[in-house]
């Protein structure tokens, strides 16, 4: 069966990438805030694993997830590479909201603790990330995965390096 999970995520802006040229030019908590206004989507990731960008502020994000039968384990339960996943874009993404045009970032390292399974039918987690610190070419960030209750279900850490957009970009 070749078909999209159905989930409660929403997509507003569609799925795609945002263009490379307004990465450049613009800040990441400004490319953020139009992503969720729908001026630009989210990413084919967000539709695959069903989960997207829920709010952004300076140094914080709210992603929210709906884990389906698709990302079950051979045991039953969710793979922990999706809790990974979605932990990943919270905590990258509130360091991508301190970045000032022409800056750009990627994730160094991540490490995530799993303290309780999740299983499909759980309804939508929500998973919040917080800027700890943010240097010049460093940041490091904090995440929190909670079920519909407030239950903590994962947490994480994060550090990201900081570069000029120009070195991120390949030139041909």
């Known amino acids: 069966m070749n078909s999209a999970p159905v989930s409660a995520i929403e997509f507003p802006g569609g799925i795609g990438l945002v263009p490379l040229a307004d990465l450049a030019t613009r800040g990441g908590l400004e490319v953020l805030q139009a992503m969720l206004r729908g001026e630009y989507p989210a990413p084919p990731i967000s539709r695959t694993l069903s ?5 952004a502020e300076l140094n914080r994000v709210i992603f929210k997830g709906e884990p389906l039968q698709e990302h079950l384990n051979p045991l039953g339960g969710i793979h922990g590479g999706w809790i990974a996943t979605l932990m990943d874009s919270a905590l990258a993404c509130c360091v991508m909201t301190t970045l ?3 800056e750009a970032y990627t994730t160094v390292e991540f490490k995530v ?9 759980m309804g939508v987690v929500t998973c919040e990330g917080k800027v700890v610190h943010r240097g010049k070419t ?3 960030s904090e995440a929190f995965l909670r079920d519909q209750n407030g239950k903590l279900l994962a947490h994480g850490t994060e550090t990201c390096a900081i570069f000029p957009f120009d070195s991120f970009v390949r030139r041909g």
């Open 113 to 121: 603790n799993l303290v309780r399974p999740l299983t499909a039918g």
């Open 138 to 140: 460093l940041a490091t």
């Open 100 to 102: 000032k045009p022409g």
């Open 51 to 55: 989960f997207n960008l829920y709010e």
